[in-house]
């Protein structure tokens, strides 16, 4: 029986895996939008970039992001046997809501989807009751405060790098500004994988602990994350990255506003700084969110008509119907797998 639980485990780490890619695949966007668009890098050499600083990123701020993932669902509050079931049906609603969104070209959250995924099969599982809804406050809050934090950010960054390069030719700002965009770009694509890898651990590190992974008297909510899961987390999403997303390359460096390599440059580093500093405290936000709503900030500046209204009222759209969606699907996923007793 216990090779059969491991096999289920090392088959749900595997989804959980490709989970992570196909985050680098649907948010790599994020990364090189900007840089694609102001042509400061080709597509194939932009990708290359990303990836490389998305798997660096496992060397940078440590695994707090992860924690709190992990601590979604109460996992003394299911059963053990239970808790693979529920990751993986967290698992399917994320996939199945980024496979829609990607074939619509909407650049919504990875992130989000996953939570609601997990919430959905934990409710499923055992109730509201097992899910820790302090955990769910605090990321709904950074949901609507983190785009707002990089709009103002950008705007004010923008801002003052504008004032300080007005007297500058614009021949030599481009050039000065594509240079320090290869900088802001690898930033962000660092931010990127600090903050998003980190929720494939912190779904990978429940599962083993439903195995006694961690032996006896571990407590479930202070996890430690294995060397190993945070390794290949980053190599996954680092590979996702290198196979682009370009529906959303699209939208993102194009259909909100045009960019020059000066606003590349400020919304780049207002959303790496955005970012970073979430995950610090252990706050997974959604990078997409963060890096829309720094486009949109650097556009203001060239005045309001810049900026593409309609393409982010489809953006703010999917953002509000990722949870309530991903968690439905995770839900029914779990109902179903009930339904064939498979547990």
Not at 19 to 40: E, L, M, P, Q, Y
Not at 49 to 73: C, E, L, M, P, Q
Not at 105 to 115: K, N, R, W
Not at 150 to 156: E, K, N, R
């Amino acid at each position: 029986m216990f090779d059969v639980t491991l096999l289920l485990i090392v088959g749900i780490i595997i989804v959980a895996l490709f989970f992570d890619f196909t985050n680098g695949f649907h948010d790599s966007a994020n990364s090189i939008s900007t840089v694609v668009s102001t042509k400061v890098l080709s597509p194939r050499n932009a990708v290359i970039f990303a990836a490389f600083f998305n798997f660096i990123a496992a060397f940078g701020f440590g695994v707090a992001v992860a924690s709190t993932i992990s601590k979604i669902i109460k996992l003394d509050f299911i059963d053990t046997s239970v808790i693979p079931f529920v990751v993986l049906c967290g698992l399917i609603g994320a996939i199945v809501w980024n496979v829609i969104t990607w074939y619509s070209g909407l650049p919504t959250s990875s992130s989000h989807a996953l939570i609601g995924g997990l919430m959905g099969g934990g409710i499923a599982a055992a109730g509201v009751a097992a899910i820790k809804i302090s955990t769910i406050q605090t990321i709904v809050i950074f949901m609507v405060l983190s785009p707002i934090v990089g709009f103002v950010i950008s705007l004010l960054f923008m801002t003052v790098v504008l004032r300080f390069s007005r007297d500058t030719t614009r021949p030599v700002a481009e050039r000065y500004f594509k240079r320090l965009q290869l900088l802001s770009a690898a930033a962000y694509s660092f931010s990127h994988g600090t903050n998003d890898a980190q929720k494939t651990m912190g779904i990978i590190t429940p599962l083993l602990f439903s195995i006694g992974y961690f032996g006896a008297g571990v407590d479930p909510n202070h996890l430690p994350v294995p060397i190993w899961v945070i390794l290949i987390a980053h190599a996954a999403i680092a590979l996702g990255t290198l196979f682009g997303g370009w529906r959303i390359v699209k939208t993102m460096g194009y259909g909100i506003t045009r960019l020059r390599p000066i606003h590349g440059f400020t919304a780049e580093t207002a959303g790496a700084a955005t970012i970073i500093g979430a995950s610090v405290v252990g706050i997974p936000v959604s990078t997409t969110h963060i890096i829309s709503s720094s486009i949109m900030g650097v556009g203001v500046t060239k005045g309001m008509k810049f900026v593409k209204w309609g393409v982010a009222r489809r953006i703010v759209t999917a953002w509000i119907l990722t949870i309530p969606l991903s968690a439905l699907i995770g839900f029914l996923a779990f109902s179903a797998l009930r339904l064939l007793q498979l547990f």
